[in-house]
């Protein structure tokens, strides 16, 4: 096991700030949920969570949400030499 250091992308860290902010209690969970989904399950073997983005060096994977119709996925990229994840985008929807 490879543990990694996950890194959000300014363009997804600040929409995602300013989204938890604006958002009421369920919106807020939600993205709290996600956040801490990430930062818990891709720092352990990236490479095999998700799947590849054809044409391109980025991964996405589906975050489970509990009690909540919202779907939220992640496209991230792996720096193996650097032990980095880059979180590039997160998109959230149903809520």
């Given at each position: 096991?490879?543990?990694?250091?996950?890194?959000?992308?300014?363009?997804?860290?600040?929409?995602?700030?300013?989204?938890?902010?604006?958002?009421?209690?369920?919106?807020?969970?939600?993205?709290?949920?996600?956040?801490?989904?990430?930062?818990?399950?891709?720092?352990?073997?990236?490479?095999?969570?998700?799947?590849?983005?054809?044409?391109?060096?980025?991964?996405?994977?589906?975050?489970?949400?509990?009690?909540?119709?919202?779907?939220?996925?992640?496209?991230?990229?792996?720096?193996?030499?650097?032990?980095?994840?880059?979180?590039?985008?997160?998109?959230?929807?149903?809520v």
């Amino acid at each position: 096991m490879t543990r990694y250091t996950i890194l959000w992308d300014d363009d997804v860290e600040g929409p995602f700030i300013d989204a938890w902010i604006a958002g009421d209690s369920q919106i807020r969970a939600i993205l709290t949920e996600a956040a801490n989904w990430v930062d818990v399950n891709l720092a352990e073997d990236p490479d095999r969570k998700g799947q590849p983005l054809s044409g391109e060096s980025a991964r996405v994977v589906a975050v489970p949400i509990s009690e909540s119709p919202a779907r939220v996925s992640v496209t991230y990229q792996i720096f193996p030499d650097e032990r980095r994840v880059r979180i590039i985008c997160m998109i959230l929807r149903g809520v």
